[in-house]
């Protein structure tokens, strides 16, 4: 049951990132940058590849908080390198990818720890 409802608890954060899409008003919550669908990509992609990762690395018997710090900084290095090939650096990109891997670290503690 605890396990339902923490996916449901992580469903509803993806489900509020991606508001500001649907909205037809400015957004003054200081995420308008979160407006365009390639910036709830990028979210959605750091938040499962920071996910994913974690999960890697607790497979390999390494400790949860190391698991989580280098999935972090693995998700982390990913966009900015992704980032850095691209024509010019976004800095909105890397605050999505920011906002996923952090929204994905905070669910996995909620969920693991």
């Not at 499962?48 to 693995?74: D, Q, V």
């Not at 992704?82 to 976004?90: F, V």
Request: glycine share 6%.
């Amino acid at each position: 049951m605890y396990l339902l409802i923490m996916k449901i608890f992580i469903f509803c954060l993806m489900f509020i990132i991606s508001i500001p899409a649907y909205s037809q008003q400015s957004n003054s919550s200081g995420l308008d940058f979160m407006d365009q669908p390639d910036k709830q990509l990028h979210a959605l992609g750091s938040y499962a590849l920071n996910y994913t990762a974690y999960t890697y690395f607790r497979s390999k018997k390494i400790s949860k908080t190391r698991s989580l710090i280098y999935s972090t900084l693995l998700t982390i290095a990913v966009g900015a390198i992704k980032e850095g090939t691209d024509d010019s650096w976004d800095s909105n990109d890397m605050k999505a990818n920011l906002l996923g891997t952090g929204v994905s670290g905070l669910s996995l503690i909620v969920i693991d720890f």
